[in-house]
């Protein structure tokens, strides 16, 4: 049974950082990619940043590169989102999610597993 837990979330003021963690178990996750979504109240999810658990490659939707950095440690099976100079419309719930291969990366719907979310608002 694979599980995902996120953990990390909270309140923090604009300017201010948090870091988001993955818990990944259940099988082997080699040639996965371990995504991060977020969804805000009325929107849809959207992608926010993706990685190779082999090769450590990585991908960044538009509006957090330079902010946000998606890492891994292999060998403890999670994976991590630092979010640094955050803002009000990064406030949402954020979602760690698993697929096969490191491709198509960016589609909610390619994600095989998913995580229970974890809240982030931002305040002004």
């Known amino acids: 049974q694979v599980q995902l837990g996120e953990s990390g979330g909270g309140l923090v003021q604009a300017g201010g950082s948090l870091r988001l963690s993955c818990a990944a178990s259940?099988?082997?996750?080699?040639?996965?990619?371990m995504g991060w979504f977020r969804q805000a109240p009325g929107k849809e999810r959207e992608f926010v940043a993706a990685i190779s658990w082999n090769t450590g490659n990585t991908d960044y939707t538009d509006s957090v590169k330079g902010r946000f950095t998606i890492s891994r440690v292999y060998a403890k099976n999670t994976v991590f989102l630092q979010m640094d100079s955050l803002k009000p419309e990064d406030t949402a719930v954020y979602y760690c999610a698993a697929k096969r291969g490191y491709y198509n990366m960016y589609m909610a719907s390619n994600y095989d597993y998913w995580g229970q979310g974890t809240q982030v608002t931002v305040s002004s």
């Open positions: 259940g099988r082997t996750f080699s040639n996965y990619a």
